[in-house]
């Protein structure tokens, strides 16, 4: 079988920590090109692993040899980078959240539809074992009818492991569109969709309080209602300090409970009202881009999805769902509503 031949858009941490070294571990493929506007960027990764090096990815796309485009660029590029490697024939890969808008990202799903191409967006979290253990769990109907739930993701802040520090693009508006809930919230978001279905309805406080240099949120709280009437709260924070990192999930069931990545030796924990207690260890979930497990299984998904043809587990469609959730939340902050999706 010939490999398939990938290019990353954009060398900060993401594709430094996630995306090279695991497409480089993957048999099926070959890292054919990198691109970063920072031509000392591109370079270093380039001579890493055997690329070639470009400063303009539309350069890089006229590359006929180059089948799938990881894109790890700054939010605000994230919409018309994916459609320009779309309509150049690549399969693409997106970082989350996929773009900045519900029509960014109706325009990416249209693109790949219009090229017969496959669009995949990283929400890395449907591949941690204990989510997909959770999930099993649900859907056996084990934990009678879910009632409430509660998720967080917080750390403390993109300035800790951003190759740019605290002058990265994460904090600056016009480049981030959003900050916490943008990089934490959404993944959450479609965690949460991923385990319990569509919602239906959105309320959030969302505030810049913990970082004076962001022009983006750092702290948010958000209410959400799935259409089936599940209740729960999804909180995002840039402003948790490195020894108090959260990833964790709540499921609260009519006979029992989940406690998903809240335990530091149990990945997943059981609680039933019969007094039954499972403890399952499973592998590390990741809390910062460069923490926790060794492969997301992100890059292995997508590549197999090209390779046999299939549809991967998070579509355009999936990632716009997603999207909406926290583009209702900052809705509800400017309202001071609760705004129905």
Not at 115 to 124: A, E, Q
Not at 191 to 216: D, H, P
Not at 318 to 338: C, D, N, P, T, Y
Request: net charge negative; aromatic share 8%; proline share 2%.
């Amino acid at each position: 079988m010939s490999k398939l031949k990938v290019a990353v858009v954009g060398c900060g941490s993401i594709a430094r920590y996630r995306h090279l070294p695991e497409y480089q571990l993957n048999k099926n493929v070959e890292i054919a090109a990198v691109c970063d506007i920072v031509p000392e960027r591109a370079e270093e990764m380039a001579e890493k692993y055997g690329a070639k090096a470009f400063t303009d990815y539309q350069e890089l796309l006229k590359l006929g040899e180059v089948d799938v485009i990881s894109v790890c660029l700054p939010n605000y590029l994230h919409a018309p980078v994916s459609i320009d490697a779309l309509n150049a024939g690549k399969h693409v890969l997106c970082e989350k959240p996929m773009a900045t808008s519900s029509e960014e990202a109706e325009a990416m799903i249209a693109a790949a539809k219009e090229n017969g191409k496959k669009l995949m967006i990283g929400h890395n979290q449907r591949f941690v074992a204990s989510h997909q253990k959770a999930k099993e769990i649900i859907n056996s109907g084990k934990l009678g009818r879910i009632t409430s739930f509660k998720t967080t993701f917080g750390h403390g802040g993109p300035e800790d492991w951003s190759i740019d520090g605290a002058e990265s693009w994460f904090f600056k508006k016009e480049q981030a569109f959003i900050g916490a809930m943008g990089d934490l919230g959404v993944h959450k978001a479609d965690l949460m969709r991923y385990l319990l279905g569509e919602f239906s309805e959105v309320g959030s406080f969302i505030e810049t309080n913990a970082k004076n240099f962001s022009e983006v949120d750092d702290n948010a709280v958000c209410i959400l209602r799935t259409v089936d009437g599940v209740i729960g709260t999804l909180a995002a924070s840039w402003a948790y300090t490195s020894n108090s990192a959260d990833n964790s999930t709540i499921i609260y069931g009519e006979k029992g409970v989940l406690k998903i990545e809240a335990d530091p030796e149990y990945s997943l924990i059981e609680q039933y009202q019969n007094g039954e207690v499972i403890y399952h260890k499973l592998s590390k979930i990741q809390t910062n881009e460069d923490g926790g497990q060794t492969t997301t299984n992100v890059i292995d998904h997508f590549v197999e999805a090209i390779l046999e043809d299939k549809e991967p587990l998070i579509t355009g469609e999936e990632g716009k769902k997603s999207l909406e959730i926290i583009l209702a939340a900052i809705e509800s902050q400017v309202s001071k509503r609760i705004v129905s999706l």
